[in-house]
């Protein structure tokens, strides 16, 4: 195998042998872009070095050692390393490579891994660069070079990203160096805030080393690439600058004029052009370092930029197009941080569409042009220009409370001119009038409603009675497909349930907003907050009290572990009214869970373990509170009543009869709002038994590697698959899952643009605390438990839990919690509603909370003012 291959190579190496950064030079030298001339050492180039460093003692010593000992054994490794000198063969091909540059030629010497500058591991900063290397100086360098290899920040950067440390491999750039009055790096997109159409430049005077290792404020341009404009220019304190010397290294110096911009506008414009070209030849965002000298523009290095949000072809429209404004209803009003699986994306359609019937013709909910609450490519968004255009600002300003103040705030600073449709799709145009005469066809079902609450609660359990019998009946059915079976799920489950639950929420949200009129003028918020504590017939809150109960019992409370507790229960080992609770609660409650939302997730049921390990924490509070946390809740509701009632009486005799009406109204139909969302996730979990039915059948047949694969696919897909043996289902799961791997781990923004440009929140500065919108009221001090997920740990008695989002799934850490923070999420969000229910102090909309908060902090939440103080 060749060990070195020099830039003009017509031979293109493989990547293992030269690495990216190596690689990448090749490839534009041969695409005839401005690169300094230069040749890679490839990895077999220095065998001879690895093996005598990987047969040696303090290798195997290294590779058996302790994270905690990693520093020291790396540096006993790198010792040996200075004792390598270059063979025969090493010093041989060297000098030949080198006979192309002149002898006053000076060399820029960069390390380039094969897992390095690859997408989602760039190693930035990791290995050694040396500057202004001379022919005499050269060997050294190199050696310098590969022994970063064995540095402890590489060892460690590859054990975080699950790489494996015991194969060392590395390839050693040699490039002409370049004396440069100006120089630095460029990005093909705007790292602040994700912009497609903006490259972001950093530039100092003589080498970029000094803006590479962030040695200095650079000056920093941002470019629109479409139309080829400086939009942003600031020039930085650059007090100083790195110049190659005439005699080989490089020196220090202070810049003469600091103020002085070290680019022109030509320039700076040409180097987003360079990078532009770049990103264009590889069709994704690229990281250019670059540099001017006599005037001419070099390219030195091109890589991937591993850090950012890749928008999905479908959300995406190309530079120049009329762009549009998304905002992800998935994390807003669901608490889902990235992606459904393909399934899961499926199943929300389905509902859609069935719910809405002809009101949708299909096609919004898939259009992301001429849409409006789209559904497609693992998301649910809102295209907010179009639903602007449809209902007005105001109304849709109005809707954006369910996220809150911060999604509200960052609505308000958004210029929604380059985002507004010039005129309402037609489409929208036929789905606005159906929306109004849905709209007007509500108005008798909410008035007799209003009239005959208790009489339309009574036909309301009936019907619930009626779609439980029914949804049971579906398990004596078999299915050949899967669409028949989401169909006759929808069917059993949401008969006459949309109309029932429109009517009973809207005639809720009447009453308490009457009751909010009654009481307009006094300082009684809190207390009205409290009204809703507690509130019967709310299915999620049902969900938390039946967990308490089960966490009272001698039988969770004497368990030791889960494996004791899950053996004993499959052996009909416990009292019969224990087993019975227990079978009441799964029958009940067992199909829900975190991310309930997504058909993929799985369910309580199907997790006893993690289930048992929830109540069991739970019993922790029994064990130490004298009462019911619920009942607790009901009593703070009471009291709130009886103090309201005494506040109407001194206003008037016809106000408080007014106030008690609509409070009986309040809780008769205020805690039926979740029964919509209950019913579908029971109906999400039967489709689930169907799919893992239909997928043991094709992992049987080797068509898939495991069951779970299946909701990679979406529901046509595996009905053809049932249909035709032939039916290529690994080509689907390939297609349907390639977004989601170049997504990665990384989350969602609230609001982006079809070009790719994220919208933040303004910051709001209070000295010694974080200010958010109040949620629950109340004040709690206790100490901060960050979660990403609801399994991520384990919540104490007291402790203040602080996430992103929340969905129902992490209704079980309420119960501990002490109060609540949340980043995402307004009044109507999931953990705003049981935080309420539970009487939890809680503060939303505190922008980054999980990274500025960490664990054991002490903080104080008042969740009436929408303050979180932090206190150590």
């Known amino acids: 195998m060749k060990k070195i291959y020099t830039f003009t190579s017509k031979t293109l190496p493989n990547l293992k042998e030269v690495g990216g950064k190596a690689k990448s030079l090749i490839i534009m030298t041969q695409e005839n872009y401005p690169v300094p001339n230069g040749f890679a050492l490839a990895v077999d180039f220095f065998e001879d070095w690895l093996d005598t460093v990987t047969k040696s003692g303090e290798w195997k010593a290294f590779l058996s050692c302790r994270e905690e000992e990693i520093k020291a054994k790396c540096d006993i490794v790198k010792k040996i390393c200075k004792n390598l000198k270059f063979t025969d063969s090493q010093k041989k091909e060297l000098e030949e490579a080198l006979k192309v540059f002149s002898k006053k030629s000076f060399f820029a010497i960069r390390s380039s891994s094969p897992e390095e500058d690859l997408e989602g591991t760039s190693f930035a900063g990791g290995y050694e660069t040396i500057l202004g290397v001379t022919e005499k100086t050269i060997e050294k360098a190199i050696l310098h070079c590969f022994t970063s290899v064995f540095d402890e920040r590489i060892v460690k950067y590859k054990m975080q990203h699950g790489m494996k440390t015991d194969r060392p491999r590395i390839a050693v750039i040699v490039q002409e160096q370049i004396a440069s009055e100006a120089s630095g790096v460029a990005f093909s997109l705007n790292p602040l805030n994700n912009c497609f159409d903006e490259a972001l430049i950093n530039a100092n005077f003589g080498l970029g080393e000094t803006v590479v290792a962030g040695q200095v404020t650079p000056d920093t341009f941002i470019v629109n690439k479409v139309k080829m404009e400086i939009i942003e220019k600031k020039i930085g304190s650059k007090d100083h600058a790195i110049w190659l010397t005439k005699n080989g290294g490089t020196e220090e110096k202070k810049n003469e004029n600091p103020d002085r911009a070290s680019l022109t506008d030509k320039q700076a414009k040409e180097v987003a052009r360079l990078a532009q070209n770049v990103e264009k030849y590889y069709d994704k965002p690229m990281d250019i370092e670059w540099a001017y000298a006599n005037e001419n523009l070099y390219l030195l290095q091109a890589r991937p930029i591993t850090a950012y949000f890749p928008l999905s072809d479908f959300l995406r429209t190309e530079p120049g197009e009329a762009k549009h404004l998304y905002m992800n209803l998935g994390l807003v009003k669901q608490g889902i941080k990235g992606l459904m699986s393909p399934m899961g994306v499926d199943m929300l359609a389905y509902m859609t569409d069935f719910i809405g019937g002809e009101m949708f013709t299909g096609t919004i909910l898939r259009d992301a042009k001429n849409g409006i609450d789209i559904i497609e490519g693992g998301l649910e968004v809102s295209q907010v220009g179009n639903k602007q255009k449809m209902v007005g600002k105001k109304v ?107 009517a009973v929420v809207g005639v809720a949200r009447i009453a308490k907003s009457s009751i909010n009129r009654i009481f307009k003028k006094d300082d009684v918020k809190d207390l009205l907050v409290n009204l809703e504590m507690a509130l019967p017939g709310n299915k999620t809150s049902e969900m938390g009290q039946a967990m308490y109960e089960l966490a009272k019992q001698p039988e969770i409370l004497e368990a030791q572990n889960a494996k004791e507790f899950i053996k004993k229960l499959n052996a009909q080992d416990y009292s019969k009214n224990f087993l019975e609770m227990w079978d009441e609660y799964i029958t009940v409650h067992g199909f829900r869970g975190m991310g309930e939302l997504d058909i993929a997730t799985p369910r309580s049921y199907e997790n006893l373990e993690a289930l048992f390990q929830t109540i069991k924490d739970m019993s922790k509070r029994v064990k130490n509170e004298s009462e019911d946390v619920f009942e607790i809740s009901r009593k703070k509701r009471k009291e709130a009543y009886e103090q309201l009632c005494k506040i109407a009486e001194k206003k008037s005799e016809r106000k408080l009869k007014k106030f008690k009406r609509k409070y009986e109204i309040l809780i008769a139909l205020g805690g039926l709002r979740e029964s919509q969302k209950y019913n579908m996730i029971r109906a999400f979990d039967f489709v689930r038994r169907q799919a893992l039915k239909f997928a043991d059948g094709f992992v049987k047949d080797k068509r898939i590697d495991r069951r779970e694969d299946i909701f990679n696919l979406k529901v046509r897909e595996v009905d053809k698959g049932l249909k035709d043996s032939k039916y290529d289902l690994w080509a689907c799961i390939e297609k349907n899952t390639a977004y989601a791997k170049k997504l990665g781990n990384r989350d969602v923004p609230v609001f982006f643009d079809s070009r790719g440009k994220i919208f933040r929140p303004p910051v709001k500065n209070t000295e010694g605390a974080l200010v958010g919108e109040p949620i629950s009221p109340g004040t709690v001090t206790g100490k901060v438990k960050v979660c990403i997920s609801a399994h991520d740990k384990r919540i104490l008695p007291g402790e203040i839990l602080v996430a992103k989002a929340t969905d129902p799934g992490w209704t079980p850490l309420f119960v501990n919690a002490g109060g609540i923070i949340l980043e995402n999420g307004g009044a109507l969000q999931h953990g705003a509603v049981v935080a309420r229910e539970y009487g939890k102090p809680c503060v939303s909309s505190i922008v980054d909370a999980v990274k500025i908060l960490k664990d054991g902090q002490e903080v104080e939440v008042d969740g009436s003012s929408g303050i979180v103080k932090i206190i150590k």
Not at 400 to 419: C, F, H, P, R
Not at 423 to 452: C, N, S, T
Not at 476 to 482: A, M, P, V
Request: charged share 30%; aromatic share 10%.
């Open 396 to 502: 849709n300003r109005m809707n954006l409370n369910i996220g809150g103040q911060s999604v509200v705030d960052t609505y308000d600073a958004i210029d929604m001119k380059e985002y507004m449709p010039k005129k309402l799709p037609k489409i929208l145009k036929i789905f606005r009038k159906k929306l109004i005469f849905l709209v007007l066809k509500q108005v008798f079902p909410l008035l007799k409603v209003l009239w005959h609450p208790q009489k339309y609660l009574l036909q309301y359990k009936k019907n619930d009675i009626k779609r439980t019998k029914e949804h049971k009946k579906l398990f004596q059915n078999k299915y050949s497909s899967l669409e028949s079976a989401i169909k006759d799920a929808m069917k059993a489950n949401f008969t006459a349930l949309i109309e029932e639950t429109t």
